[in-house]
C-alpha cells in the first residue's frame, strides 16, 4: 500500500533554522516522508528511511538537476553518483587515509590546537570558544591538509562560510549568491597557483598526493569542485562538532566529569555529539525512478531533503533521542552519512576533535565554564552549530587532567558470578577501568568459561580461542578465579552484596525455551541446550536416548545450526576439535535425514550465512531446500547467496540428507499415542499448506529463558539497562535475553564499567567492602589449570583435549598434584609468537583495514618474520606455504571486496590454484547497519581461499565500524586468539 506524500505545509524555514528537532519529531510521527512547500521538496525524516536512500544511489541520485550546491561550489564529487563519483573519491583518499591522519596529521592538529588554546588564554574569559578556538584551529588544519599555503585560516574561514550559505541559500537571496561567487573566485585563483607549486614540490598534502596518482588525472574543473567542496564540509564539520560538545559537556556536569576522568570516553563524545546535534544537517538527494519510500510514492525527478538532523533522533532507534549522553548505548548514526558517499573527512575530524582539540580545551582550562549572563546560541538545519560559546575560566593547569598526579582514588571490590563470556568480559572491562581493583570471578562449575566451554560447539576451536584471552585475566592481570562456588546454596546474593562494593551478575540462561504445540511434552522433543551440553562434555549432563533416523530441528538459528552440523559431522570432520567420539557415535550414529524448519523467508532468516555455508561444505551430506521462493542472483544478500548454494548443490549419494524447510511452522508432533514420550511425525504449516514429516526425534532451537523460579535479580531483561541498584548489576544473556554474540558482551561490558565509574562518583557506591573469605570447596585458577592439563594429557590423536566429564572428575584433577604445570606467561603484555612467518594481508578503500594491519604488526615478538601487504598489491603468486596469512578485510559496494582486492580474487577463482598446504585466517571489517551484506567482502575472500584448498584457522573476527569498539582493539584480540589456536608444532 502507497499513498500521496503529506503535505506539511506548517513548516517554515525560519523555524527550522531556530530549532529544526520539534518539527523533524511530528514529521516523523506522521510517517517520516513529507512534501514541504516551505522548501519546495519531500523532507526524509525517518532513520529508516534515511538510511534505505543512502544505500541506493540507482534510485536516490546525488546528482540533483538545478542543484545549489553545483551552483555555489561547482560540480564536486557529491554531487554525482558511480562509477564518476568513484573515481574522484578514490583519488581525494589518499591524505585523508587514517594512516596519514595518525601519521602526518595529527601532530600538525596538535600543534594548532595549541596554538589556537594559547590565543584563547590572551583573549581572556568572555572569549567565545567557536569562534576564538574552534573555527581557526579547524580552518588552519584543513588548510594545511589540503595544502594551500598561499591563503590565510582566515580566508579559508570566509570562504568556507559564505560557499556554505550559497549551498544553503533555499530562500534564493541575491546577495547570499553574490557572496559566495566572490569566494568562488577567489578560491580558484589561489588553487590554480598551488596546484603548479604542488606538482614540483610533492609532499603529504591532498593537493599533492592528487598530482601524484600515477594513472589518474583529475580535470582541472573537478579539482576546483572538490576542493570547493572540501573547503565547505571540512570546516565546518569539526568545528561544529568541537562547539557542540564543549556546550553538551560544559552543560553536562556529570557527563563532563566521566569524560575527564576516562580518556576513553572523548570518542564516544565525539559520536553522541554528532548524533545529537549533526553538523551536516540535511543534503539533497533526486528520484530517479518512480518509487515508493516510507508507503509514499515519489515520483522520477522528485527532490528530497535528507534530514540528518532528525534521522539522528529516531525515537525508534534511540532512547530519549533528545538528551546528552555520552555513556549510551553505540548505535550507527549516519552523521558521517552511510553508503558510497560517507564522509572522506571523518577520520581527520575525529582526530582533530576528539583526539586532539577536546581533551586538550579540558584538561588545559582550570574552571572552565558557561557564562550564565551572555548565554550560549546555536541555530541552523542544513548545517547547525553554536553561533555563539561564551566561557569563562579561572586559569591554566599545571598537571593536564587525565595525567597522573600521583594520588589514586580507592578502588570498589568487585565480585563478578559467572565466568562465561560477559562475565569475563566484564572482568576485563573493570580491571581496565579500576586496575587497582580486587575483582574476583565466581562459577558454579570448576571450570572457567562458561558458554565457551559448554556452549559453543566442539568443532569451532576458533570461536573457542577466545578463552585465551580469559585465561590473562587470571594468570597475568590479578583477577582471581573462584569456581565450584554456587550461588544460593555455597553463598547466598545477600552475603555477596556484604562482602563486594560492586557485584555483577553475568549467571546466563540455561532453560531452553519452550515450543508451545501439541505434542511438544513428549519426551524426544528435547531442546537444543540438553542435546548441547550433553555433547559438550557439560559435568554429570544425563545421556540422552540416542537420535533416531529422522530428526527434526525447529529453528534457523545459529543454534540450529550448530546442532545440525554436529548431528551431521563424520568423525573425520572433527579433526583438532574437542568431540568426545563415543558419545557422539552413540547419540548420532543412526542419524540419515534432518529437517530443519524456519519460519521465515532466506533473506530474514536468524542464521549467520558463514554458518550455512559451512553446512554445505560438508563432506557426505546432501541438501535440500524447500519453500524458499525465487532466490535472485544478484549478489546483493548473503543470506540469499547462501541458501541458493545449497539448492544448486547436487550431491545425489549421501550419507545424510538434510532438508531445508522456509516459511514453515509446526503445528503438531504426533507419537504413537497419548502419554508416550515417543514421536512418529511433524505436522508442518507453510504457504504451500501443509506438510507431514516423519520424524523420530525433535530438537528445539527456538532460545534460552530464565530459571523460573530465580529470584528477580535473577530473571532475564528484568533490567535491560544493565543496573538493577548501585553496586549490583546484571551482564550478557541475563542482562537482555538469550541474544548478541560473544564480542558483543564485549561492548556491554565497557558499558557497565562506565555505569559503576558513575555510581562512585556520585557517592552511590562506596568501597568498604571486606571481601569474602575462601571457601573450602572452591577451585581457583591452578586447579582450573590442572583440569586442563589433564584433559589434554589425556586427548585421542587428532583431538584438543577430552574432556572431563563429571564434576567428581574434575575436582579429583584440580587437586592432583603429580600435574606439571607449565609456567605462567608473564605480566606485562606477551608479544606474539606464532613460531613461522607471518604476513598480514590487507583489503581496504578508505585505509582502515591498512591502519588495522600496520598495527598488528607491533604485536608480533621480535623473533617473528612479519610483513604488512596490500590485497591490491598481491597476485597467487606471492602466497608462500610456509607462511602464516592474517586477512583484513573491508566491504565494499553492495557486499563487495574493495575495488583493489577484485584482482586477487578474480585470479584465485579463474586459476583455482592448489593451497592446500596455506593457512589463513580472516579479521571482516564491515558495519552492521548493512544487514544483509555484513562484512560479505572478507566472506568472499574466504570463500575464494578455501576454493582452492587453504585452510582457515582461529575465529572468524569481525568489526563493526558503526560500534563502540575501535577496529585496532578488536583486531588485537582476534590475532592474539588466531596465534594461541595454532597447533603448537607451529609455534615451535
Ligand atoms: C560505500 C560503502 C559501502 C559499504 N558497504 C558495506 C557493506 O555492504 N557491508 C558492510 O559490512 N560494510 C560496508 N561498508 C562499511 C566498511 O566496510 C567499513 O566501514 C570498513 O571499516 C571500512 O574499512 P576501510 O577503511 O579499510 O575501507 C561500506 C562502506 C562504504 C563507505
Known sequence: ???????????????????????????????????????????????????????????????????????????????????????????????????????????????????????????????????????????????????????TQEDLQRWSQTMIDATGNY??????????????????????????????????????????????????????????????????????????????????????????????????????????????????????HDTVLAGVRLPAGARLGICILSANRDEQVWDEPDRFDVRREAKPHLAFGKGVHVCLGAWAARAEVAEVALPLLFSSLEG???????????????????????????????????????????????????????????????????????????????????????????????????ARQFDRLFSAEGVRFRGNVRLGTDVTLRELEDAYDVVVLATGLHADAQLQIPGAERGRVRGAGEVTRFLNGYPDAPEPEPLGERVVVVGHGNVAMDLARIIARDAAGFVGSDIDDAAHHRFTERVRTIHLLGRSAPADAKFDPVMVRELAGLSGVAHRVH????????????????????????????????????????????????????????????????????????????????????????????????????GLYTAGWLRRGPRGTIP????????????????????????????????????????????????????????ERSKLRSRAAQLEAAADATLELPPLPSADGEALDPGIGTTVLFGTESGGAELVAEDLRQLFSDDTDVEVRDLGETGI???????????????????????????????????????????????????????????????LITEALRACGARQIGEYGRHDAGGPIPATEAARDWATGVCAALPSPARG
Open 1 to 151: 500500500m502507497s499513498t500521496e506524500a503529506p503535505i506539511a505545509d506548517w513548516v517554515t524555514i525560519p523555524d527550522l533554522y531556530r530549532d529544526p528537532f520539534p518539527i523533524y519529531e511530528r514529521l516523523r510521527a506522521e510517517g517520516g516522508v513529507h512534501w514541504v512547500p516551505s522548501v519546495n521538496r519531500y523532507l526524509v525524516t525517518s532513520y529508516a528511511a534515511v538510511h534505505a536512500t543512502e544505500l541506493d544511489q540507482v534510485v536516490y541520485s546525488a546528482d540533483e538537476e538545478d542543484s545549489l550546491q553545483i551552483r555555489a561550489m561547482g560540480h564536486s564529487m557529491l554531487r554525482r553518483d558511480d562509477p564518476e563519483h568513484y573515481l574522484e573519491r578514490k583519488a581525494w583518499q589518499p591524505a585523508l587515509r587514517p594512516g596519514a591522519v595518525q601519521r602526518v596529521w595529527k601532530a600538525k592538529f596538535q600543534r594548532n590546537a595549541e596554538r589556537y588554546l594559547d590565543e584563547l588564554i590572551v583573549k581572556g574569559p568572555g572569549a567565545d570558544l567557536v569562534w576564538d578556538f574552534a573555527a581557526p584551529f579547524a580552518a588552519e588544519s584543513l588548510r594545511e591538509l589540503i595544502g594551500l599555503h598561499n591563503a
Open 171 to 288: 530562500a534564493d537571496d541575491p546577495e547570499v549568491w553574490a557572496l559566495g561567487k566572490q569566494s568562488f573566485d577567489e578560491v580558484d585563483v589561489a588553487l590554480d597557483e598551488m596546484l603548479a607549486w604542488h606538482a614540483a614540490n610533492p609532499n603529504e598534502s591532498l593537493l599533492s598526493q592528487l598530482l601524484q596518482i600515477p594513472d589518474y588525472r583529475m580535470p582541472l574543473e573537478r579539482i576546483r569542485a572538490n576542493v570547493k567542496m572540501t573547503i565547505g564540509g571540512g570546516l565546518n564539520e569539526p568545528r561544529d562538532a568541537l562547539g557542540v560538545a564543549a556546550w553538551g559537556l560544559l552543560s553536562h556536569p556529570e557527563q563532563r566529569a566521566a569524560v575527564e576522568t576516562d580518556p576513553a570516553l572523548w570518542n564516544a563524545a565525539f559520536d553522541e555529539t554528532i548524533r545529537w546535534v549533526a553538523p551536516i544537517g540535511l543534503y539533497s538527494r533526486q528520484v530517479k
Open 368 to 466: 572552565l565554564a558557561l557564562i550564565d549572563e551572555d548565554p550560549p546560541e546555536i541555530g541552523g538545519w542544513v548545517f547547525r552549530g553554536m553561533t555563539k560559546l561564551p566561557i569563562t575560566w579561572t586559569g591554566r593547569r599545571s598537571t593536564p587532567i587525565g595525567e597522573p598526579t600521583g594520588q589514586t582514588s580507592p578502588a570498589p571490590r568487585i565480585a563478578v558470578v559467572g565466568s562465561g563470556p560477559s562475565g569475563c568480559f566484564s572482568a576485563q572491562a573493570l580491571k581496565r577501568t579500576f586496575p587497582e581493583a580486587p575483582i574476583e570471578v565466581f562459577d558454579e562449575l570448576p571450570t572457567p568459561y562458561g558458554l565457551v566451554r559448554y556452549g559453543v560447539a566442539a568443532d569451532h576451536q576458533g570461536t573457542k580461542a577466545v
Open 627 to 726: 519453500g524458499a521462493g525465487a532466490l535472485p542472483d544478484d549478489g546483493r544478500d548473503a543470506r540469499i547467496d547462501a541458501v541458493r548454494a545449497l539448492a544448486e548443490s547436487d550431491l545425489p549419494e549421501s550419507r545424510v540428507t538434510i532438508h531445508w524447510w522456509f516459511g514453515a511452522t509446526p503445528a503438531v508432533i504426533m507419537g504413537t499415542g497419548a502419554g508416550t514420550d515417543a514421536v512418529t511425525a511433524v505436522e508442518v504449516r507453510g504457504a504451500d499448506g501443509e506438510e507431514l514429516l516423519p520424524a523420530d526425534d525433535v530438537i528445539t532451537a527456538i532460545g534460552f529463558a530464565g530459571d523460573v523460579d530465580a529470584a528477580r535479580e535473577l530473571q532475564p531483561g528484568a533490567h535491560p539497562d544493565g543496573r538493577i541498584a548501585a
Open 744 to 799: 558483543d558482551q564485549r561492548t556491554d561490558a565497557r558499558e557497565l564499567a562506565q555505569k559503576v565509574v558513575a555510581d562512585l562518583r556520585s557517592g552511590a557506591v562506596t568501597t568498604t567492602a571486606p571481601g569474602l573469605p575462601a571457601l573450602e570447596t572452591e577451585i581457583d585458577f591452578e586447579g582450573w589449570r590442572r583440569i586442563d592439563l589433564r584433559e589434554r594429557l589425556t586427548a585421542a590423536p587428532g583431538r
Open 877 to 939: 603468486d606471492d602466497l608462500d606455504p610456509d607462511r602464516l596469512y592474517l586477512l583484513v578485510c573491508a566491504t565494499y559496494g553492495d557486499g563487495e571486496v574493495p575495488t583493489s582486492a577484485r584482482p586477487f580474487v578474480a585470479q584465485l577463482l579463474a586459476e583455482r590454484p592448489d593451497l592446500s598446504e596455506l593457512r589463513f585466517a580472516v579479521f571482516g571489517m564491515g558495519d552492521r547497519s548493512y544487514d544483509r551484506t555484513y562484512s560479505r567482502g572478507s566472506e
